[in-house]
């Protein structure tokens, strides 16, 4: 019999330190009032196991936490998916096909079909108008693509071109540094390289409760410059109560340049001996579509 699984859950791992900072005055004054808070934090966790005639795993979770002063703000993101599959190979030997003429036997494979983490940084401050500068730090890893880890620091300028409570759109240049390990190194490749980055981002109010942000993002290779990378994430959010909101997101990701895995190379003179490895290069392009329940802290 096939069962299934599912469990939603969702945690906040930044909101308990910014309220245990706060002092008595502040509690004492929020009593007669309750201001704009500086900070919002969105979290969540799913988990989803099936078994029986099909078998797998799914892990996904996500951290999005904001901070805002008059002229600046400071964005913090983690997440995460993890997905395992197990196929089941079966098999029968014997001397008949009836009864007690063959022995049947199953064997179970697990596979990691999908493994990727992220950790992001940015922080932006407005100079003149609606002009602003801006760093950010990145951290992610995409085994089943490729990438054990890539690490990449941009410091730009940039423009708030729209900035109402139904629209934001803003467009930024930037230049810095990338440190990319592929799981499967091939022959000259470099980890280290300048990098520089256009990108945009806009958000945009449907309805009264539901959000729809876009971000783009073209990031090219100072040494190569047919190595460059495009990134396209869309999420449609849809507000359920104060503290629940149901978000649908589609990911995008295209490596012109995309890496390798290493395919043995098994001899036909001495059968099972290895002569070695050779690259065979990824497919250019990775999507992901996703659906979770979020809690706003």
Known sequence: MLSRRIFSASASLFSAAFLAAGTPEAAANSAAASPARAWTDKASLS????????????????????????NASLAVNFGGVRIETTNTVRSATGLSTNPGGYVLSETE?????????????????????????FG??????????????????IVGVGMQWLDTPETKLRTDLGVGFTKERPVFVTEGFEENHGTWQVSGRVEQKLWAA???ISEAAYVGNTKETDDHLVIWKTTLSTNLSDRLALKIGYDLAYKNKPNAVGVPVMSILNPGATLGLVPVALKKTDTMFTTSLVINF
């Open 109 to 133: 494979t697990k596979t990691l079909t999908s493994d990727s983490y992220f950790a992001n940084g940015r922080y932006d401050r407005t100079f003149i108008g609606r002009f602003f500068g």
């Open 47 to 70: 988990l989803v196991s099936t078994s029986g005639n099909s078998k797998g795993d799914s892990l996904g979770f996500s951290n999005e936490f904001l901070y805002k002063w008059s």
């Open 210 to 212: 539901s959000f729809l």
């Open 136 to 153: 950010s730090v990145a951290w992610e890893t995409n085994k089943p693509a490729g990438l054990d880890s890539r690490t990449r620091a």
